[in-house]
């Protein structure tokens, strides 16, 4: 039986998936399975691959890791987790840090904590449990981040959802203040929506929503699962938008291609959640947190970061000469392509076919190449979609 049989027979139709079995890699480039055809990577998993395919300083960690403790529970303490928490907080000047294993453990890691931060301060009594998210956002696929998720496209057949969401339109600041009234705990929203199709928000509209917050005591949760680690050309997106959320979600891009999420608190709440209160049997995983060192050696670099905003600028420049191109959206490595025809669905397609994994957006192309991509990785991406999209235009 072929792969791709036996795959669908047995694993579950969640995904619509290319015909492409993905046997191994290297750098910034995929093998199918037989060895015949290679792919230059503008995805990396969906930004999970931040330093490409089995780079090797974060194989010999992961490896070597593995060879010594592969996990144990968080009954108990291990030095690469204490490493990896001490390292991020370092970084990112939050005080602490719980591990999970997606961006959707580490949104309900904050929501819960959000909730119970205003649980403890203002009491039951206070219902103040209402989590403010803005329209076309995307938070995850649990139940509760379901219900997070302002698109009513993902709020269908599994009700009864989770209470407690109010929706807010983006940019603008009328709107959220008129919402958030007493009952209101908490903000979570993503600098750059990405599922919603790469929309960055206005910078304005976000300080007046982080100092509305701070005056409200309204915890600020930036959901930067797909923006931060270097993403978009700083390490946190926080840091170009001049906020500093209370709490910060992460996952994707953080271990390099392992499982992890992390949910970071600053001072002011990150004793809320105590023993008892939260958990996750892998979170903290000490493979995922070995990865995680190597990436976090890399990707907070500033010469690094300024590689990441200086091939953002060469790929827009490159782009913006196509002319089925209408513009180009995103900060750093997370880039969404207007193409005139709306069809970027085809276009994907059409792209993989000829060498090139790219991503949608909604009616865009998504790019979230691995932060490492080279110049010459990028030209040879470019020059395959400029054909896809010439040919297409000469029908
Ligand atoms: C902003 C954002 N939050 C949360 C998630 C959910 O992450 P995961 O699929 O790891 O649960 C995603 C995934 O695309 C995301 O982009």
Redesign the pocket.
Known sequence: MSTINKFNKYVMGTYGRYDLVLEKGGGRTAADENGVKDYIDFGSG?GTNSLGYCDSEWVEAVCSQAKTLQHTSNYYYTKIQADFAAKLCGITGYSKVFFGN????A?ECAIKLARKYSFDKYGKEAKRYNIITLENS????TLT?LSATGQDSFHNYFFPFTEGFINAKANDSDDFKKKADETVCAVML?FVQ??GGVIPLDPAYVKEIADYCSLHDILFIA?E??TGVGRTGTFLASEQFGVKPDVTTL??GLAGGIPV?ACLANDKCCDILTSGTHGSTFGGNPLACAGGNVVLNRAADKDFLAGVCEKSAFIKEKLSQIPEIEGIDGLGLMLGIRLKTKNAAEICKNCLENGLLVLTAKTKLRMLPPLNITYEEIDKGISILKNVLQEKENG
């Open positions: 969906i997606s961006g959707a453990e949104n995307f938070h995850g696929r981040t993503e990405g599922e959901d699962v797909q996952a994707k999420g």
